[in-house]
């Protein structure tokens, strides 16, 4: 194999850097302290922990003093410059979501990418360049080298995209940086590209959400089920900070000190403190997470020294290492409701309460979100909010659409702020399930002021929670997967709700025997004041997992009453278009085999604007009929199937005999043919 000519093409790289008078550091100088530790801090390229070291590394500043890290990784082999993956993204992890050390070692632009991740993970850096570089001698002794220049962000969530092509790092000369920026900052991935992104970025988060809850469930004794939930809340709040008024927490922030005040659990508590002081969040909503919290975090087991560390250090440690990437670059994903639904895993539902506790996925959420016709304007209302995961999708939609049609930058911020603080409520009676709700919503922005921690039956009269207290919150959107064992499948859920609107449109997801009879009574009250516009036969295995019940979604116009007349849209959503696994170590349960995301489209314009819509379903699948108000067991209707043959039918029966008969003399020819022939 040819020798490796990397010292060549590293002292052809920093000659350059010298000539543009740029203060670069090799690989064992110090940029600055935070640069360092988090290099240290991320696995390496071997895997396991230790330090990471880029070949050549610099700190720009460009005109708006914003500053760029700029990673450098030199390889000395012909074709050693990038490895992408069949989408033309850098290649760093394994068909089964773990990191690729092959190509991260081998590759200088894998290299750098690993590098840029790890200060997107654990610096307050979210934008960062990755160079790699390698090149090889010809026959004549001659070097030839490429670059590959790769802008890595919390935008294209750490992936990586190409910049342009170069000969040289002159575009890290002084006079040159700006215009360079430039370019990089008008770089656009396409929405399907960000979808994918966030779909393979969501993977991982399961995973390691798998591998956190496990190491602390084999590893970490005497914590509850609820500890385990408030620690990781905790954590992140802690380190989420507030760019110029909090800093975040870091780990060696925890001394492991046994003085009174100064124990760990203390420490974190200043620092949530601080955090939600910041956030502007009501007083007693304030007081009630930090006394939940704090019964945790203080406890004398968890803050107990041994060998000079703490329990809670060492679990806020494998928090922020495990997770810490995936809240820092922003995804708009029910992060929480993963972590819920990988905490309650744990239980084997023990506790009866938790047995309908069962989050909906959230491809469906968007679905809901959907079908209630959420937009900017929207009041969305949620009575059973378990992570808010649905709240979460409605929040995305409410934002898209702000940005969408809101030309002047400063009256979408103003917009913005609004669908956070007014324009959203969820109710959650569990506390711990609460205390998720509050989590998420914190994290994907703060849409939390309005989560009430109240029974929605009893305890609720529809006012809002903080701020406009003595005024009414109106509601015009509300959607819902309730707890099952509810009365009425949580048919009451939906009643108290539509009784307390004026005008708009419902999405539930329930138990289909709630439409069958099991809910009779509700849902003839329910017709008298608003009517049904659809009813959609979900998949089986929707909540495979947790639950195998069969579920329908119900679509409500709210205000209006149901007349005999009226036409329901029946839609049998048996096929969705995914196909669903239950495998415990599988890196992907859900897998697109057949056209769902147009599917998913169809079905919300079919239930808008009907029949003309029909393109993927047929009208098997698709059915419009009416139910008589006053039975209340009738919404769940299919297509009749006609099973009178027609002359259509009778045609092809005899073709396709005499087609068989004929097939059958030809194979009795060549058999006696053949035996003829021996």
């Given amino acids: 194999m040819a020798q490796s000519i990397e010292p060549n093409i590293a002292d052809l790289a920093n000659g350059w850097l010298k000539s543009y008078n740029l203060d670069y550091k090799l690989e064992q100088e110090s940029v600055n302290a935070e640069i360092d530790k988090a290099l240290s801090d991320y696995f390496t390229k071997n895997g396991g922990a230790g330090a990471n070291r880029p070949d050549a590394k610099i700190l720009l500043q460009n005109k708006n003093l914003d500053f760029f890290p700029i990673l450098i990784e030199y390889k000395g082999y012909k074709d050693k410059l990038v490895k992408l993956d069949t989408d033309g993204q850098v290649e760093n992890r394994t068909a089964k979501n773990e990191p690729n050390l092959k190509n991260i070692n081998a590759f200088a632009v894998n290299g750098a990418v690993h590098y840029a991740n790890a200060l997107l993970h654990h610096t307050s850096y979210t ?268 929040m995305n939609e409410m934002l898209n659409d702000a940005k969408n049609n809101i030309q002047s930058p400063q009256e979408l911020t103003q917009k913005e702020i609004k669908i956070k603080a007014e324009q959203l409520l969820g109710l959650e009676l569990l506390s711990s399930v609460y205390m998720l709700a509050i989590l998420n919503m914190i994290l994907m922005g703060d849409g939390s002021s309005n989560i009430l921690n109240k029974d929605s039956i009893k305890d609720f009269d529809g006012k809002y929670g903080f701020g406009k207290t003595d005024r009414n919150f109106p509601a015009d959107a509300f959607i819902l997967n309730p707890p099952y064992s509810a009365l009425g ?39 008298q004041r608003n009517t049904l516009l659809a009813s959609i036969k979900m998949p089986i295995d929707t909540f495979i997992g947790k639950s195998s019940v069969q579920t329908n979604i119900y679509v409500f116009k709210v205000n209006e009453k149901h007349h005999r007349d009226d036409i329901v849209k029946f839609i049998d959503f048996s096929n969705d278009g995914y196909t669903r696994t239950n495998r415990k170590k599988a890196s992907n349960n859900l897998k697109d085999t057949d056209q769902a995301k147009e599917r998913y489209e169809e079905v919300v314009n079919l239930v808008r604007f009907g029949k003309s819509k029909l393109n993927i379903f047929t009208e098997r699948e698709y059915y419009e009929g009416t139910i008589d108000p006053n039975n209340g067991a009738d919404w769940n209707q299919t297509a009749s199937i006609d099973t009178k043959p027609t002359l259509k039918d009778f045609k092809k029966t005899v073709s396709d005999y005499l087609a068989w008969e004929i097939s059958d003399l030809l194979k009795n020819q060549r058999i006696k043919e053949d035996s003829l022939g021996k």
Wanted: aromatic content about 8%; overall charge neutral; charged content about 30%.
């Fill in 489 to 527: 499948n949580g048919m009451n859920f939906v009643e108290k709700a539509l009784g307390m609107m004026n005008k708009g449109y419902a999405a539930i997801i329930i138990q289909n025997s709630a439409g069958s009879g099991k809910a009779k009574e509700y849902c003839k009250r329910i017709l």
């Fill in 127 to 394: 934008d960062i360049i990755a160079i790699g570089m390698t090149g090889y001698k010809d026959e004549t002794g001659k070097i030839h080298h490429e670059i590959g220049v790769y802008y890595v962000s919390k935008n294209n969530l750490g992936a990586g995209q190409k910049v342009g092509d170069y000969s040289d790092f002159s575009f890290l000369a002084p006079k040159n940086f700006d215009a360079f920026i430039e370019t990089v900052k008008t770089l656009q991935l396409s929405q399907e590209d960000i979808d994918k992104l966030k779909e393979q970025r969501e993977r991982e988060i399961d995973q390691s959400l798998k591998r956190l809850n496990n190491d602390i469930y084999q590893n970490e004794k005497g914590l509850g089920e609820n500890d385990r939930v408030y620690l990781v809340a905790a954590s992140i709040i802690a380190t989420l900070g507030i760019a110029g008024k909090v800093a975040p927490l870091e780990k060696a922030d925890l001394k492991s000190s046994t003085e009174k005040g100064n124990k760990d659990g203390d420490i974190i508590v200043r620092k949530i403190k601080a955090f939600l002081d910041e956030k502007d969040i009501p007083t007693e909503k304030k007081d009630l997470i930090l006394r939940t919290l704090e019964n945790t975090l203080t406890t004398e087991n968890i803050n107990k020294v041994e060998n000079g560390e703490s329990q809670l250090k060492r679990v806020f440690t494998k928090i922020v290492d495990d997770l810490g990437i995936y809240y820092k670059i922003g995804l708009t994903t029910d992060f929480t409701g993963k972590l819920f639904n990988e905490m309650y895993g744990w239980l084997g539902f023990s506790q009866d309460k938790l047995n309908d506790v069962v989050l909906t996925p959230s491809y469906v959420a968007s679905l809901l979100v959907k079908l209630a016709r959420v937009n900017k304007d929207s009041y969305v209302w949620d009575f059973a909010t378990g992570s808010a995961g649905l709240l979460v999708a409605a």
